[in-house]
């Protein structure tokens, strides 16, 4: 079975800070794909970042980067310049199977930008 | 918007109440997933649609759940006889046959059983 972890329940950072938010996974698949949700408060869920395993190269949206170690099966977000908006539930999650890719959730990381 | 929606946004019932909720995918969406979360969770896995075909269901969905998406358009999730344990965020979320494999999300739908 698959799993995934955030051992980070929550987490604050001052406006314009960087932050990271760990996860760890569980797997014995060689190709999946990982991904960062963002849950804001009220609003519904949107992809923040996708990392396919095959890739070595870490992939980076703008602010958001992510540090994908695959023998680790660690996958963490880096969020450079945080701002206001970033104030969300965060979850790592996990997909393998290529005709039904249903998602894995860690249990999320409550993240708090303070001004 | 042509985002994937869900109705009704909350809905209170009785324990031993039948409920039905919507999600209207993004139209051009062939794949359809419900998902459920609870306080403190990340989203569990329910079932999943390709088109109007139910292809898996967890173990989380007892007999008490049924999903339908007739004509692979929207779909309904039902529960009946509800408890309180079934008390959750009910997500819906749709994708196409891309290998990003990015799902678009709803707002879902919050139940409050009492």
């Known amino acids: 079975a698959q799993t995934v972890t955030q051992s980070q329940p929550e987490m604050s950072v001052q406006e314009a800070e960087t932050v990271t938010l760990s996860c760890t996974y569980d797997t014995s698949e060689s190709n999946y794909y990982l991904f960062w949700y963002k849950q804001p408060p009220s609003r519904q869920m949107i992809l923040v970042i996708r990392q396919e395993a095959y890739k070595q190269q870490n992939a980076t949206e703008n602010r958001f980067s992510v540090n994908f170690q695959k023998a680790a099966k660690s996958f963490s977000l880096k969020i450079s310049d945080s701002q206001l908006g970033d104030t969300a539930m965060y979850f790592c999650?996990?997909?393998?199977?290529?005709?039904?890719?249903?998602?894995?959730f860690g249990t999320g990381t409550r993240l708090t930008i303070i001004p | 918007d042509t985002g994937v929606s869900q109705n009704p946004r909350h809905k209170i019932t009785k324990r031993g109440q039948n409920v039905t909720f919507r999600c209207d995918p993004i139209?051009?969406?062939?794949?359809l997933y419900w998902y459920r979360q609870t306080l403190g969770q990340g989203p569990e896995f329910l079932t999943y649609f390709q088109n109007e075909a139910q292809l898996e269901k967890s173990r989380l969905l007892s007999d008490r759940f049924s999903a339908e998406r007739p004509k692979g358009s929207f779909s309904t999730l039902e529960i009946q006889r509800t408890e309180q344990g079934d008390s959750a965020m009910y997500l819906c979320a749709s994708s196409t046959n891309t290998e990003s494999y990015e799902q678009y999300f709803g707002p879902g739908t919050r139940l409050t059983v009492t």
């Open positions: 139209s051009e969406h062939n794949r």
């Open positions: 999650a996990f997909v393998y199977n290529f005709g039904n890719e249903k998602l894995t």
